[in-house]
């Protein structure tokens, strides 16, 4: 029998024999950090809860002996399933391998449980590499309705992953409702067009259609509840110091500049970003904090960080008066206070930092989580300064580069990412001292939408990629192999046909550069 699992299990032990499934099969669990797990087979399946464990064919066991998050035990033999586990993570993980242990119809999202269902004998043990394993969706360049948000839930979960990075703010749209200040989705969330082609391309056109959307403050908690009920935390980013025209087009008066401003049409780094000189910009930016933290149960908050341009702070008498005031060396400087004073402020709401590795620029904030994009020069250097990172480089985890030659593909930002690449990466990297592993949290794959319009466009930037980045973040590097990664795959590509997913064919014929 074909056995496909994606991400490829720590140790299986396989027999060529088969248990079948049943719709009238009984399932007895005792813990109640089985039930995300159980509800979530259920949905497929409605399995009849047995009294005890002896009048059940499927199992779920709590097994203190369990160390490690996210770890299980999947043993499948003439006697039935029997799942452990010692939290919630790990019975939901052993049910992503359970189903795809079964036939690929399961995987319909009109699979209703009506016949007979074969699994294969196995022994598995299980854990993840990385206690950080994300993806993350810019919603801000192209706004993605609540239902494609949900799915998008459901695609890290299958692939057990347990971080969604969610990108709510940005110079072309804010997508997350603030009562204290409603002119961030009256205004601040509709843009009046949208570049046409490339960014790049001269000379520039727009499409001039309004183009947006936000999310309401419920519509938020129900996606966090979703997301909480398959085992995934959710990440928020609220963009600062840069990225923020969208935000200074409602609210100028946070702007080093008098006048108004438009929410951003093009793509790219623009000048106008918020006032660090003003104190007024302070209070703003931690009163929508403070709502977000309200909203987001996360420990972690991201604050962006990234390509904020130093033009306005240059010049802007505020904002040389707070460096002249905090006897800052210059505006690099400025931007370090400006992050460690949102740091101070999330440090008494009981969070944590996260911010793009241009928060090393100037001064680390003392508690502060790098996301190491620009390379991993970033992530190094603040590992071995024993900071937390997450690595997240361009060259290995940006879903928004091309995936083979450009003639083949639809429009994207640009550079080469081939589905071969993103599998060879090792988030750990072989400069930094074993002393400072436990640093490196693990890594994320990146999804800009800015020449991603649609749902069906993610999708295809996001697969089969995220399948790779799954066993770079769990899987042992010894059990890894590309030519066996591609066997299992063509599986998961019907599962995802089934599913309707509109998955890249790309790897079939793009070439890892150099081979």
């Not at 399946?45 to 369990?66: C, E, M, Q, T, Y």
């Not at 699994?119 to 990385?130: E, L, S």
């Not at 799915?151 to 890290?156: Q, R, S």
């Not at 998961?492 to 089934?498: F, S, T, V």
């Amino acid at each position: 029998m074909k056995i496909s699992v994606i991400p490829k299990p720590v140790m299986m032990e396989t027999e060529n024999n088969v248990f079948t499934i049943t719709k009238e099969m009984k399932l007895n669990y005792i813990s109640e950090d089985a039930v995300k797990a159980v509800n979530y087979l259920n949905s497929k399946f409605h399995f009849v809860r047995a009294k005890d464990k002896s009048g059940a064919k499927i199992n779920f066991l709590a097994d203190k002996k369990i160390e490690r998050e996210g770890e299980y035990n999947l043993q499948i033999g003439s006697d039935g399933i029997e799942i452990s586990a010692n939290d919630e993570s790990g019975f939901f993980y052993a049910v992503q391998t359970l189903l795809q242990l079964m036939p690929v119809e399961v995987f319909d999202p009109k699979f209703k449980a009506e016949k007979k269902y074969d699994v294969p004998f196995v022994k598995i043990n299980d854990y993840p590499r990385f206690e950080y394993r994300g993806m993350h969706l810019d919603v801000c360049r192209h706004f993605m309705p609540v239902e494609f948000v949900k799915k998008y839930i459901d695609y890290l979960a299958m692939h057990k992953m347990n971080k969604f990075h969610w990108h709510l703010t940005e110079d072309q749209g804010w997508r997350i409702e603030i009562k204290k200040y409603p002119k961030l989705t009256q205004i601040s969330a509709f843009r009046d067009g949208t570049v046409i082609g490339h960014s790049r391309d001269e000379p520039k056109k727009y499409d001039n259609i309004k183009h947006g959307g936000f999310y309401t403050q419920e519509q938020i908690k129900d996606v966090i509840k979703y997301a909480e009920e398959r085992c995934i935390t959710i990440i928020p980013e609220i963009e600062l110091p840069g990225h923020s025209v969208a935000a200074l087009a409602a609210y100028p008066q946070f702007a080093c500049t008098d006048g108004s401003f438009e929410v951003e049409k093009n793509w790219g780094v623009f000048d106008d970003v918020y006032c660090a000189g003003k104190e007024g910009t302070f209070t703003f930016l931690t009163d929508i904090l403070t709502e977000v933290i309200e909203l987001f149960p996360s420990k972690y908050i991201h604050i962006g960080g990234d390509e904020c341009p130093k033009t306005q702070w240059k010049v802007c008498p505020d904002c040389q008066a707070k460096i002249k005031k905090e006897k800052l060396k210059d505006e690099h400087e400025l931007q370090s206070y400006f992050i460690k004073r949102i740091e101070k402020f999330l440090i008494s709401k009981n969070r944590q930092l996260i911010g793009w590795d241009e928060i090393l620029e100037g001064g680390l904030a003392p508690e502060a989580t790098v996301m190491s994009w620009r390379g991993t020069k970033g992530g190094i250097a603040a590992a071995n300064d024993n900071h937390n990172v997450i690595m997240t480089p361009t060259s290995h985890c940006y879903f928004d580069y091309y995936q083979d030659e450009k003639s083949k593909e639809p429009l994207a930002i640009g550079g080469y990412l081939p589905l071969e690449k993103v599998y060879s990466y090792d988030p750990l990297p072989s400069e930094l001292p074993k002393e400072k592993h436990k640093y490196i949290l693990g890594a994320q794959g990146n999804v800009w939408t800015e020449y991603m319009k649609t749902p069906e466009h993610v999708e295809y930037m996001v697969f089969p990629r995220i399948d790779a980045m799954s066993e770079v973040t769990w899987t042992p590097v010894k059990n890894k192999n590309y030519e066996e990664f591609k066997t299992r795959l063509e599986t998961q590509l019907e599962r995802y046909k089934l599913m309707g997913i509109n998955y890249s064919k790309s790897h079939y014929t793009a070439k890892l550069k150099g081979k």
